[in-house]
């Protein structure tokens, strides 16, 4: 299967500061997806990041607080805007080949916001 | 997207198999059940899927019951690698979104 690299794989921030995280995929994936876990949780799905179109936001998730983009089929970044230590989590991407195949994910970003 | 139930943590020997159930008792003729672990640290693992059949994989086998409302997950001779949390899920397939809702999961501790 493929394999996603996201980086940074940490990162400590003030309140009020911006992160983004990167994703590359080492083929083209038809879907890509950003998941937040807050500590002790499971997955919470935030968006479908669309290849050259707007991304798809779940309820509760805007897009002026988590900016995504997806300029190609192997890259895509999301951005945590105006952060809060309400933020602190780790964020994961996760991309899928074909429309019934599994998922595979990233290793994470874990932020902590101060 | 049909809701599945599992229990919130399991224990298993050893080199004993490990059996992790779901229920999706509203699941409908389209969906697939999905199974995925997360060990701790590190970002989920695809295991298997399936629509009706059966399926075996390298990783662990996959039981449908007839009726499709309930499944189980069998890791043949588990490992202490093993230990993680174990997610079922549902999920369309003719969805056209792809997307995957993660429930609570099955903690699963494998013992010496």
């Known amino acids: 299967s493929a394999v996603i690299s996201q980086k940074p794989s940490r990162d400590i921030c003030q309140r009020g500061t911006s992160l983004t995280i990167q994703c590359q995929v080492d083929s083209q994936v038809t879907m890509m997806f950003w998941y937040r876990q807050q500590p002790g949780q499971s997955l919470t799905l935030i968006a479908t990041?669309?290849?050259?179109?707007?991304?798809?936001?779940e309820s509760g998730f805007v897009i002026d607080k988590f900016p995504i983009s997806r300029p190609n089929l192997t890259f895509s970044t999301l951005t945590v805007s105006n952060m809060s230590p309400e933020d602190s989590s780790i964020y994961l991407c996760s991309g899928r080949a074909a429309p019934n195949e599994g998922l595979f994910f990233g290793s994470g970003t874990q932020l902590s916001v101060l | 997207d049909a809701k599945t139930t599992q229990p919130t943590s399991m224990d298993c020997a050893e080199g004993r198999a490990a059996n992790l159930p779901c229920n999706h008792s509203t699941i409908s003729g389209n969906e697939y059940v999905y199974w995925y672990r997360q060990i701790h640290s590190q970002g989920p693992q695809y295991i298997i899927h399936?629509?009706?059949n059966n399926e075996t994989n390298e990783m662990a086998s996959l039981i449908i019951t007839e009726d499709r409302k309930s499944s189980t997950l069998i890791l043949p001779h588990a490992t202490l690698r093993d230990t993680a949390v174990y997610y079922c899920i549902v999920r369309s397939r003719s969805s056209n979104t792809g997307k995957l809702i993660f429930g609570q999961g099955t903690t699963l501790q494998v013992k010496p």
């Open positions: 990041a669309n290849q050259g179109s707007e991304a798809t936001y």
């Open positions: 399936g629509l009706k």
